[in-house]
């Protein structure tokens, strides 16, 4: 039995209830976060759950007590045995049920909180040996994807496409510039550097992306945040995506092209080797 967090209590996965009237439902009104789990600890929490407060924030939704998530999450990964091996913790907060109107339910409606902590199945491990494929696709979503809205729908497609084309993940491009993938960040490598579209409204400011950052400045990478005109990324040594459940992942191919000799390269090595020395 799985049991669920599910506003203030602990049910069972299969008799959690949210009503039809839940803003979740009827206009993707919330947003969510997902944590990796290794060996039975939560990776990065605090950064979630600082980036879901500003989520909350950005939507005027009312936290209804985000400080207590993670040890909410603690509990689920002892009660579904979850304390060895690889997990996820999925966490979602709406603007709660009212009846269906465009502006906002009244004051005091309170916000509808979902905790779900599950076994994780790792990528297969010669994604990260060998590489991955991507599709270019264009970028249809809205203007502020620095918030981590459950509004999904234009990822959804893309993600799709590139299922259908045989690659692992699709990369937004808006007038000429690729900004980041359905679900994941990109980077590009070119001289030794690493260069990713700056953190703003146009593109989610990932988790594992700070992480990368943070990595780098370890190893004495450069980072430079800057737009990379589709063109020139096919002209970059190294391409990888970063993500909480893609981790760091090398790109050798995009649009049927290859990127540099079409293997991963030294950069993307150094910082995966990092990553997992800091897990």
Known sequence: MVLVYLNGEFVPQAEARISVDDRGFLFADGVYEVVRVYDGRPFLMD?????MRQGLHALRIDDPGVDGLAAIAERLLDENRLRSGDATIYIQITRGAAPRAHVFPPAGTPPTVYVAAKPFQPHPP????DGVAALTVP?????RCDIKSVSLLANVL???AAKEAGAFEALFVRDGIVLEGSHSNVFAVYDGALVTYPACNY???GITRQKVFDLAGQLGIPVVEAPIPLDRLFTASEVFLSGTTTEIMP?????????GDGRPG???QRLQRAYRESI
């Open 47 to 51: 950064a979630h759950l600082r980036r």
């Open 126 to 129: 010669e994604y990260h040996r």
């Open 139 to 143: 970028d249809t979503r809205w203007s």
């Open 158 to 160: 893309a993600k799709q």
């Open 203 to 205: 593109i989610l400011n």
């Open 251 to 259: 790109v050798t191919r995009v649009d049927g092209r290859e990127i």
């Open 266 to 268: 030294p950069v993307t």
